[in-house]
């Protein structure tokens, strides 16, 4: 789904993959072939969300901001894993959020980091990239070796590769006019 917040309407680059319960709405600008699964949403009611190309979100993933406060940025080629959290925060390029991870409002998370799974990056906390980050609260663990960020590289694309409902946004426009006109 793509919704409009008050009078603001997401922006979406080419080849948008936005599964069937999936959600865009508000202020977002997302680059091009972002992958947004079932029940992820990208929130922006309230704040802008600015999203970089191959951004893949999985199921039940968030995005989302604080209202009137702080917005959110993701760079290109993020992963953010199934009920995966990023609030009001800026994640950097090539960043992966695990499983049920979360990093709130006014973290940074530098580029090529991992954010391992059940993970809390709390607020205002800024994680250099290029390492494995883990824990309650989140704590550098050991450098990501070269091998090992290539090995990322491959099972993201994997994951971007996953089945997802292909939607051109101009259909999703016209069928919400014929439903409210209906």
Known sequence: MILDYLKHHPELGAGARIAGRGAVIGRSRVGARPTVGEYAAIRADGENIGIG????????????????ILGAAVGDDATVGRYGIVHACTLGHGVVIG??????DGARVGDYALIAADTVVPPRKDLPGGFVHAGHPAKRMRAITRRARGACA??????RSARARVVAPSRLRDSRSSAAAG
Do not use: P, Y
């Open 53 to 68: 190309a191959n951004a893949w979100f999985g199921e039940h993933a968030t995005v989302h901001i604080a209202d009137q």
């Open 99 to 104: 499983e049920s991870s979360v990093v709130m």
């Open 154 to 159: 491959v099972a993201a694309q994997r994951q």
